[in-house]
């Protein structure tokens, strides 16, 4: 037993220096991991009081450009300006003017030159205000439009009008002038026949042959600015550039073959679901697709209540508008198409992007078109003032009929009040959703960018020294006048060409899609 005893001695003296060991451990690790605690936590206190006494640049600030792109919610603060936000700035972020809606301009006003390629301009005919003009200009310059001729009258050439649009960069504003005039009635066109069954005629038709002179003068100006495409558009009408990832109009066109003239965009025609719209492009959503974007057999097989009873399945025209690559010889022909001189152009028609037309969304929309036009409402007469159908049976109720029964028939013949139809023609792919121009509206009005702009030109001087004398219209008849004589000596080669490839001359007006009762065929 002793001997047991003795040998078990050394076991318990090995024990106990084992025990001590692992306690020496514990009290070096416990020391560790109080130092890693503490040493971040000297550090962040030491850089705070650095920071708080104005002695550490954000490496952002140091190093980005001065000049870098800011995005939406973002403020040009530097730390070496030492600015402190106050409560004001609260106000300045949820209602900005000086930053941006979208990052792909530098500020409100899209105020720089593009070098992105194709260049395209649009050009129109107007009499509207700011309300309309001015959403549909920044619309169009978000989806890559660069320049816009405008051609105005009426509203849209008073003063306080036209000095907002002419602040606008790469916007030319036209006025019609009777130096305009005179140089407009020595247009070729007159001398031709491709247009000649519109030539005096009152209202729509007098329309048709300004919006023809005044295009064949934007073509002389965009061809001076070295532009690329150009489009006519009227104010109530919105490219809309489905079937690019980037919602861009000049993707789109970049992408059209070399070898093709003109692009056609078929129409979509709004369906307002109330009769107190204010603002159609922030409140219209709902759209008629036109026949070139439907199955036949789905076309023609809800052709009856697709109408709802009105003349035709659009209440206005279907033929869609176009697009023109900018080559010499070119000329319109007509409102919603282009041709050339020389020679017979290459034209397509896109399968998904359109032109949304906003037509008959606003109840005065009735009267206006009444207090335009001088004819007697009569079912003759209104023949020598309108074209379609519908605007014929509109301009009669406006003229003859009380506000009661003219509300009335702009509920049961233009507003779509029926949910139930709705849903099925949306189901049947008739009608479509449509949510972007709202939401770009929505985003540009946010942004300020209207208000600002009429803010600003009511703070500076006027840019108009005289209506009469104002410079854009004189450089533009002098490139008609350049134009008159530079097609004149090709005038009789262009006419044999045109003889040899059988190119039917009439110009395009504003036609309906087929009607049911049209070979279903075609």
């Given at each position: ?9 050394p076991?318990?003296s090995?024990s106990s ?13 416990s ?8 040493l ?20 952002t600030t ?12 973002m ?22 003017s ?8 530098r ?34 310059k ?43 009635a ?31 003068m ?42 093709v ?15 107190d ?33 009105n ?26 198409r ?20 906003y ?8 009267t206006?078109?009444r ?5 007697k ?26 506000e ?9 013949h ?49 840019l ?7 410079n ?13 004589k ?35 065929d075609?």
């Amino acid at each position: 037993m002793a001997g047991l005893h003795s040998s078990l001695r050394p076991t318990s003296s090995s024990s106990s220096s084992s025990h001590s060991s692992a306690q020496s451990s514990q009290v070096f690790n416990s020391k560790i991991l109080l130092l890693l605690t503490l040493l971040p936590l000297s550090l962040a206190a030491f850089a705070f009081v650095l920071q708080w006494r104005g002695e550490i640049d954000d490496p952002t600030t140091r190093w980005s450009p001065k000049d870098r792109l800011e995005f939406p919610g973002m403020d040009a603060y530097t730390s070496s300006t030492h600015t402190t936000r106050t409560s004001s700035n609260c106000a300045d972020l949820l209602g900005q003017s000086r930053s941006v809606s979208f990052p792909y301009y530098r500020d409100w006003k899209f105020d720089y030159i593009s070098d992105l390629k194709p260049k395209i301009c649009i050009t129109t005919s107007t009499s509207a205000g700011l309300e309309q003009i001015l959403p549909w200009i920044f619309y169009h310059k978000v989806i890559g439009v660069s320049t816009f001729f405008l051609f105005v009258e009426g509203k849209a050439a008073s003063p306080t009008v036209s000095k907002v649009l002419e602040s606008i960069p790469e916007v030319k504003v036209i006025y019609r002038t009777r130096e305009l005039e005179a140089q407009q009635a020595k247009s070729r066109i007159w001398n031709e026949t491709w247009l000649s069954s519109f030539f005096y005629k009152p209202c729509n038709y007098e329309l048709f042959v300004k919006q023809s002179l005044n295009m064949e003068m934007a073509i002389v100006m965009a061809r001076e600015a070295n532009l690329d495409w150009i489009l006519h558009l009227d104010t109530d009408e919105l490219i809309h550039p489905a079937g690019t990832r980037e919602y861009s109009l000049r993707k789109l066109l970049s992408d059209v073959p070399e070898n093709v003239d003109m692009v056609v965009f078929p129409n979509y025609e709004s369906s307002v679901e109330r009769d107190d719209i204010r603002d159609p492009f922030s409140e219209v959503s709902l759209f008629k697709k036109n026949y070139d974007h439907l199955p036949k057999d789905t076309y023609f097989g809800n052709y009856k209540e697709s109408t709802r009873g009105n003349p035709n399945y659009f209440l206005t025209y279907g033929n869609g508008k176009s697009a023109a690559r900018i080559q010499h010889h070119l000329r319109p022909n007509g409102a919603h198409r282009w041709h050339n001189y020389m020679k017979n152009p290459n034209e397509i028609k896109l399968e998904e992007a359109a032109v949304l037309h906003y037509t008959y969304t606003k109840f005065s929309d009735l009267t206006s078109r009444r207090d335009r036009c001088g004819c007697k409402p009569t079912k003759d007469d209104v023949k020598r003032c309108f074209m379609l159908e519908f605007d014929r049976a509109a301009f009669i109720i406006a003229s003859t009929a009380t506000e009661e029964e003219m509300l009335s028939w702009y509920r049961e013949h233009v507003v779509w009040t029926d949910k139930a139809l709705n849903m099925k023609l949306m189901r049947k792919g008739i009608l479509a959703r449509i949510y972007t121009p709202m939401v770009i509206m929505q985003e540009l009005r946010e942004a300020g960018t209207f208000s600002s702009l009429i803010a600003s030109t009511q703070r500076s001087p006027s840019l108009l020294s005289s209506i009469k004398d104002s410079n854009t219209s004189s450089k533009a008849i002098e490139g008609l006048d350049t134009l008159s004589k530079k097609t004149e000596e090709s005038e009789m080669m262009s006419r044999k060409v045109l003889e040899v490839a059988d190119v039917v001359l009439l110009a395009v007006p504003p036609l309906p899609p087929p009607s049911a009762d049209d070979d279903h065929d075609m």
